[in-house]
Nanobody
Framework: QFVESGGGAVQSGGSLRLSCAAV????????ISWFRQAPGKEREGVSC????????DIADSVKGRFTISKDSANNRVYLEMSNLRPEDSAVYYC????????????????????WGQGTQVTVSS
């Protein structure tokens, strides 16, 4: 099970750090992706990191502002978000998948079948 936390309400230009924690398992063999979904919009991929931590990808809409990282010691993946904008407001989800290729990750929701509660991020102007 993977649990998201760290969301909140900030003003435009602010920062947040989201956490995806593995509960009852280890992140070692999992590729982790972050998605977000705003009301009335489709879920979109934001970032991903491979199980070996060597490969990452980031959506163009957040490039230069968001960073994904893996903390294997604490069994967590983080999404550092800075210079937040109102259009970043959404429920953010992390999703996990065991990948045969340790260097693979994807921001496509087609590869993921289960979703947690998510964490709400609200950015006011």
């Amino acid at each position: 099970q993977f649990v998201e936390s760290g969301g909140g309400a900030v003003q435009s230009g602010g920062s947040l750090r989201l956490s995806c924690a593995a509960v009852g398992s280890t992140l070692r063999y999992y590729t982790i992706s972050w998605f977000r979904q705003a009301p009335g919009k489709e879920r979109e991929g934001v970032s991903c990191i491979s199980s070996d931590g060597e490969t990452t990808d980031i959506a163009d809409s957040v490039k230069g502002r968001f960073t994904i990282s893996k903390d294997s010691a604490n069994n967590r993946v983080y999404l550092e978000m800075s210079n937040l904008r109102p259009e970043d407001s959404a429920v953010y989800y992390c999703a996990a998948r065991i990948a045969s290729n340790a260097g693979w990750c994807s921001m496509s929701s087609l590869y993921f079948g289960s979703w947690g509660q998510g964490t709400q991020v609200t950015v006011s102007s």
